[in-house]
C-alpha cells in the first residue's frame, strides 16, 4: 500500500529557512507527478509546488517563487521542498502529493510555524 510521509517541518523566525521532505513507499514517486499543498487555519489548502514526473518547468506558487525550490532524491524516492527566507503568511499545515492518471496520495502533513 502506498504512503507518503512527511518531516522537517518545525518553528523557525522570519528569513529563516526549513527543508521538508516526504518519503514515499509502496509507489515510485519516478512514475508520478509530485507536489507540495499548504493549509493554513481558517483557510483552504493552496498548492505551493508542483513538478511532472520530468521534472521539467516545476511550478511554483507567486508567493514562494525565489523562495522555494521542489527537487527529488530518486535514490531515497524522497521529495523535497527547501525554503528559505521564510515569512509569517508561509505557516501552514504542509502536504505532500504524489499523483497520476488513476492514483492519487497524500501524505498526514507537517506544521510549519514562522515566527518571531
Known amino acids: 500500500q502506498a504512503k507518503l510521509v512527511e518531516s522537517g517541518g518545525g518553528l523557525v523566525q522570519p528569513g529563516g529557512s526549513l527543508t521538508l521532505s516526504c518519503v514515499a513507499s509502496?509507489?515510485?514517486?519516478?512514475?508520478?507527478?509530485i507536489g507540495w499543498f499548504r493549509q493554513a487555519p481558517g483557510k483552504e489548502r493552496e498548492g505551493v509546488s508542483c513538478a511532472t514526473n520530468t521534472g521539467e518547468n516545476p511550478y511554483y506558487a507567486d508567493s514562494v517563487k525565489g523562495r522555494f525550490t521542489i527537487s527529488r532524491d530518486h535514490a531515497q524516492n524522497t521529495v523535497v521542498l527547501q525554503m528559505n527566507n521564510l515569512r509569517p503568511a508561509d505557516t501552514a499545515v504542509y502536504y505532500c502529493?504524489?499523483?497520476?492518471?488513476?492514483?492519487?496520495?497524500w501524505g498526514q502533513g507537517t506544521q510549519v510555524t514562522v515566527s518571531s
Open positions: 502529493n504524489a499523483k497520476t492518471s488513476i492514483d492519487n496520495y
Open positions: 509502496g509507489i515510485s514517486l519516478d512514475y508520478y507527478a
